[in-house]
């Protein structure tokens, strides 16, 4: 069982935004800003797309956008393209073990 | 740019123990951590463990007794060995590059490892 919880799928039309979220504990991430988000493509090596909650690595699209609110932390995908589709993951430090932890992921479908 | 080149046996049998290797080039061991991540089948990413260019290392609480993380400096190489593998243990596992506040911004292409009689 994954220590953060994502919702399993979402899925949403080209051109519309979603968001992603991602809740932990306060553990996890509750007075944390080491909240990062991951893009896998099957059969591609995982993107960065975010780290340190809110900002974007250099190459990394101004659609992808993170936030954090308490034990919640959110990435939002704006003006979505089909190859957008793919699995999404957050992960954490986590305070009390002194590793990260992952989300169980969430795969978004672009319809 | 880093790359990391994965390397290792892909098949074994339950009670084996799986030996991996990474590679890094075009940068440094220095000022990172360098982390062990798999993949399960249809499952999510699993942070197995984590170890610096001094060999420094925190490893999965569920996961601990049975890792051995191990770098070599001067191959410019980080190493991991988990024993007693079973069918649980089948997955992809990842090589990678892990930044001073815990975001991975290198990853290796990975290895997939099965377990099997």
């Known amino acids: 069982q994954s220590a953060l919880t994502q919702p399993a799928s979402l899925s949403a039309s080209p051109g519309q935004s979603i968001t992603i979220s991602c809740t932990g504990t306060n553990t996890d991430f509750g007075t944390s800003d080491f909240v990062s988000w991951y893009q896998l493509h099957p059969d591609k090596a995982p993107q960065l797309l975010i780290y340190d909650v809110t900002e974007r690595p250099s190459g990394i699209s101004g659609r992808f956008s993170g936030s954090k609110s308490g034990n919640t932390a959110s990435l939002t995908i704006s003006g979505l393209q089909p190859d957008d589709e793919a699995d999404y993951y957050c992960s954490s430090y986590t305070s009390n073990d002194r590793f990260i932890v992952f989300g169980g992921g969430t795969k978004l479908t672009v319809l | 740019q880093v790359q990391l080149k994965q390397g290792g046996t892909g098949l074994l049998k339950p009670s084996e123990t799986l030996s991996l290797t990474c590679g890094v080039s075009?940068?440094?061991?220095?000022?990172?951590?360098w982390a062990w991540i798999r993949q399960p089948p249809g499952r999510g990413l699993e942070w197995i463990g984590h170890?610096?260019?001094?060999?420094?290392?925190n490893s999965n609480p569920s996961l601990k007794s049975r890792i051995i993380m191990s770098v070599d400096p001067s191959k410019k190489q980080v190493s991991l060995k988990l024993s007693f593998m079973t069918a649980a243990d089948t997955a992809l596992y990842y090589c990678?590059?892990?930044?001073?506040?815990?975001?991975?911004?290198?990853w290796g292409k990975g290895t997939t490892v099965t377990v099997s009689s």
């Open positions: 170890i610096d260019q001094g060999g420094s290392t």
């Open positions: 075009g940068g440094s061991l220095s000022g990172y951590y």
């Open positions: 990678a590059r892990v930044l001073a506040k815990y975001s991975i911004d290198v």
